[in-house]
């Protein structure tokens, strides 16, 4: 299932970066690191990662502006924050810009692993629920339905319409439902018009 996903760090602790790298090819994944956030523009453009594990407390642009950054030019992949220490405003700073999900460190590997898969798989329903609700909202603008009272003329049969005109009846429905017209002529009224071809 992980052999394709890729994973990109970014923690200013390379041998935290090198430690997970090894864990996570191990697993299957496909890890990439980097140590800041200033070439994260270019890195996401050009790796395209499924999971950004990324760290919240770093030096020159810290985590939460490297996931704004981020955010901008990938709003599908997985993001996870990282941070050593006990800290709620940023964990809700970090949600409000679209994290994922909040670690702290030290962390076990096997945490790691529990927590990108089922990031990944809340990530997957979101993006599910939203095509669902799309399709429904297409499907809800296409159909059609005639209700309530009709006033029709007890004599040609027109029907008035909302705005006071007196309509066809096959263009009424046409145009309050997903009814198509074709056209015949029934026995009574061939008969009654074309009596003479009506006997043939």
Known sequence: MNKKIKVLIIDDEETFCKTLEKFLQKEGYVPY???NGMDVTKYVENKNP???LLDIRMPGIDGIETLKRIRKINEDCV????????????????????????IRKPVSLKEFKVSMESSLEKRRLVKEREKLILE???AMAQIKTLKGLIPIC???KKIRDDKGFWNQIEAYIENHSEAEFTHSICQEC???????????
Not at 190 to 200: M, V
């Open 79 to 102: 993001v996870i924050m990282l941070t050593a220490v006990d800290d709620i405003e940023a964990a809700i700073s970090a949600f409000k810009e679209g994290a994922d999900g909040f």
């Open 190 to 200: 061939a008969k009654k018009l074309y009596p003479e071809l009506y006997k043939l």
């Open 136 to 138: 429904l909202q297409g």
């Open 50 to 52: 499924d999971i950004v």
């Open 154 to 156: 007890a004599s040609c």
């Open 33 to 35: 690191s980097l140590h």
